[in-house]
């Protein structure tokens, strides 16, 4: 059996896995990190979205051996260590750009990672082009946009604090 190291959070982890494991089943089962979610299996929904080396990864379309040596960030390592949320949560939370919740993990984690692709920021077209790859069943996007539109301000300097949600 393939044994995996890697960083996950900010904490080193040394894994034994079968092959064919998948990241998403590693950090689900053998890591108890069960904010990233299985929504398809097949790389269409989003919704098991991570960061792996700084870039977003559908993380059902990934084996865990080829995370090997990499730094992985899940939605449970992007809060604050004093449990101060990560602009991105922040926003959507605000924003209400929620309602089942299953779907948010993964959204919060491309939305971040398209957010800092676009320092000069993003238009709202711009914003859904890039959600291309997270579908949301129970939303219609807008609060989702609108969030992410005010966290780009806050996560590039530009407010020092999310403005009063006008949804």
């Not at 064919?20 to 919704?47: F, I, M, P």
């Not at 792996?52 to 449970?76: F, W």
Request: aromatic letters at 2%; glycine letters at 10%; a negative charge.
């Amino acid at each position: 059996m393939p044994n995996v190291s890697l960083t996950v959070n900010g904490q080193r982890h040394s894994v034994d896995v079968e092959g064919r494991t998948l990241l998403v089943e590693l950090l689900r089962e053998k890591l108890r990190l069960t904010g990233t979610h299985v929504g398809c299996d097949t790389s269409q929904c989003g919704a098991c979205v991570v960061h792996v080396d700084g870039e977003s990864v559908k993380a059902c379309t990934i084996l865990a051996v080829q995370a090997d040596g990499s730094d992985v960030t899940t939605i449970e390592g992007l809060a604050a260590p004093d449990g101060t949320l990560h602009p991105m949560q922040e926003a959507f939370r605000e924003y209400h750009a929620l309602q089942c919740g299953f779907c948010t993990p993964g959204m919060v984690m491309s939305a971040i990672d398209l957010v800092k692709k676009h320092p000069d920021g993003m238009s709202e077209h711009e914003i859904r082009e890039g959600l291309e790859g997270n579908l949301c069943r129970c939303t219609g996007y807008h609060n989702i946009v609108k969030a992410i539109a005010a966290a780009q301000e806050v996560m590039h300097g530009r407010r020092d604090a999310l403005a009063p949600a006008e949804v």
